[in-house]
């Protein structure tokens, strides 16, 4: 329900002209399923978690692993 929620909300900007930008909350668990969703989406906020994800993953690994969701969302 809410991601159909977004969808809708981000199907309406873009048909008013507007660029749709996400953020908040945003993993690497979660991202691909609203790349897949709105692939049309100009911008994604993922700092807080992609800094907290690189103490883990280490800094070039995890900016790797957000790009590959966003340029192929499986």
């Known amino acids: 329900a809410v991601l159909k929620a977004v969808t809708d909300t981000a199907a309406a ?23 897949r969703a709105v692939p049309w989406i100009d911008e994604v906020s993922i700092g807080h978690h992609l800094i907290g994800e690189a103490l883990w993953m280490g800094l070039d690994s995890v900016v790797k692993a957000y790009k590959a969701c ?3 969302p499986e």
């Open 70 to 72: 966003l340029a192929a």
């Open 13 to 35: 900007a873009r048909d008013l002209g507007l660029g749709v930008n996400a953020g908040h909350d945003l993993t690497l668990d979660n991202l691909p399923t609203l790349a």
